[in-house]
């Protein structure tokens, strides 16, 4: 259920299925989104982003972090929300897709949590179209719930990224 990383190597070289995932928590707009921990790299606060001409919609440019171009997911237009000015919480989280780096802009990153595979549930059937593709399931934390991300689905609808052509050179750098 949850992409790539369900498995871990055991001390004789097999594979199991890990029982417990660590998802970091953070939000967009007022609903709160997870994703397994081993997928992010680092969380920075925002650097000075560079439009990309002819980029799709969601993504807000590239940033330049320690010599690396890294292109930037703004998380709320990519789920049509509105788009506030950053405050002092906004964050970019460093994330690794298809052997890529990318950088997902969020409102807050508010912690990791453990859980269990029985706290995971499936995504909610009411969520119809394109968006419902976004979502691996739901889970628990305190009074909300936790929407988790499915990083390769957002960075391949229809408006399919191609981090290929996102370099330096596009970059103007």
């Given at each position: 259920?949850?992409?790539?990383?369900?498995?871990?190597?055991?001390?004789?070289?097999?594979?199991?299925?890990?029982?417990?995932?660590?998802?970091?928590?953070?939000?967009?707009?007022?609903?709160?989104?997870?994703?397994?921990?081993?997928?992010?790299?680092?969380?920075?606060r925002?650097?000075?982003?560079?439009?990309?001409?002819?980029?799709?919609?969601?993504?807000?440019?590239?940033v330049?972090?320690?010599?690396?171009?890294?292109?930037?997911?703004?998380?709320?237009?990519?789920?049509?929300?509105?788009?506030?000015?950053?405050d002092?919480?906004?964050?970019?989280?460093?994330?690794?897709?298809?052997?890529?780096?990318?950088?997902?802009?969020?409102?807050?990153?508010?912690?990791?949590?453990?859980?269990?595979?029985?706290?995971?549930?499936?995504?909610?059937?009411?969520?119809?179209?394109?968006?419902?593709?976004f979502?691996?399931?739901?889970?628990?934390?305190?009074d909300?719930?936790?929407?988790?991300?499915?990083?390769?689905?957002?960075?391949?609808?229809e408006?399919?990224?191609?981090?290929?052509?996102?370099?330096?050179?596009?970059?103007?750098?």
């Open positions: 259920m949850i992409a790539q990383t369900d498995t871990e190597k055991n001390s004789d070289g097999s594979a199991s299925v890990r029982q417990e995932i660590q998802l970091a928590c953070f939000r967009v707009g007022s609903l709160y989104y997870g994703i397994d921990i081993l997928r992010i790299r680092e969380v920075i925002p650097l000075r982003i560079t439009p990309i001409p002819k980029a799709p919609a969601f993504v807000e440019g590239v330049n972090l320690r010599g690396t171009v890294i292109p930037v997911v703004d998380l709320r237009r990519r789920f049509d929300l509105e788009i506030p000015e950053d002092r919480r906004t964050r970019i989280m460093i994330c690794a897709v298809y052997g890529r780096i990318i950088g997902l802009k969020v409102d807050e990153v508010a912690e990791v949590r453990s859980y269990g595979r029985v706290d995971i549930q499936p995504a909610p059937h009411f969520i119809k179209g394109r968006e419902a593709e979502f691996l399931g739901v889970c628990r934390r305190d909300d719930l936790i929407m988790i991300l499915d990083l390769e689905k957002i960075l391949t609808s408006e399919r990224i191609d981090l290929e052509s996102v370099g330096p050179e596009a970059a103007g750098d």
